[in-house]
């Protein structure tokens, strides 16, 4: 059973469109988290959601718009995409979001976006 | 602001000892993590340490931390090809702040 799963694993398309990636959780957590991996491998965190509510947000372009249309889901829609958005983008859940110790962060596979 | 630094690389032998530092800024965090990334893969929670503890064991993993210098490691005892992967660092609070990750490379 996987606890943290996204959708689609890979994803290539060019420049201008639109498109989406999905996120589910069925470990029951209240918090769903967006990271974007360069290709430095460094980690940042874009956004936080807690009980479906927008958290953290963290100066990501308004061509980035998450939608949690519950607490087990936190899709990412992105617009007009650009050559700079070629990443991969990890989903993420937690039990509470200031939670800490053995409250941690369950990752997705991620999903690798290419944008041509 | 916050931030984590780790060196980006680390080559050991097989069976050797692997230690990996890091240093944080953000002396609020209650929790300091260690996770683990394996090609292709989401990251791994390896183990954590609370703030207030200089040290936690766990198998072959020993993690100590300084908080006074803000500086947290993470020993790998017996080093195995398994073990090749990236290590994050990551400091917790209102949100996790993870480090650049370091590249351990376990030569056979």
């Known amino acids: 059973d996987t606890a943290v799963s996204q959708t689609p694993k890979y994803l290539v398309t060019q420049m201008g469109n639109d498109k989406s990636i999905k996120c589910e959780q069925n470990?029951?957590?209240?918090?769903m988290y967006w990271y974007k991996q360069d290709s430095k491998k460094f980690l940042k965190i874009m956004f936080s959601?807690?009980?479906?509510?927008?958290?953290i947000n963290e100066t990501v372009p308004n061509r980035f718009s998450p939608k949690s249309p519950d607490k087990a889901h936190l899709n990412l829609h992105i617009n007009s995409l650009e050559l700079g958005d070629s990443a991969v983008y990890f989903c993420?859940?937690?039990?509470?979001?200031?939670?800490?110790?053995?409250?941690?962060?369950?990752f997705g596979p991620g999903t690798r976006l290419t944008v041509l | 602001g916050e931030d984590v630094e780790q060196s980006l690389f680390l080559s050991v032998r097989e069976g050797d000892s692997s230690v990996i530092n890091c240093t944080y800024t953000?002396?609020?965090?209650?929790?300091l993590y260690w996770y683990k990334q394996e090609p292709g893969a989401g990251l791994q929670l390896l183990t954590y340490?609370?703030?207030?503890?200089d040290m936690k064991q766990d198998q072959r993993l020993t993690v100590l931390l300084n908080k006074k210098d803000k500086h947290l490691s993470l020993r790998i005892a017996d080093t195995q090809t398994g073990d090749s992967a990236i290590y994050f660092c990551?400091?917790?609070?209102?949100?996790?702040?993870f480090g650049a990750g370091t590249r351990l490379f376990v030569k056979a």
């Open positions: 953000d002396s609020s965090s209650t929790y």
């Open positions: 470990l029951g957590h209240d918090t």
């Open positions: 340490i609370f703030s207030n503890m």
């Open positions: 959601y807690n009980n479906k509510e927008l958290i």
């Open positions: 990551a400091e917790g609070g209102f949100k996790t702040i």
């Open positions: 993420a859940s937690s039990q509470e979001l200031y939670g800490g110790g053995t409250d941690t962060q369950y």
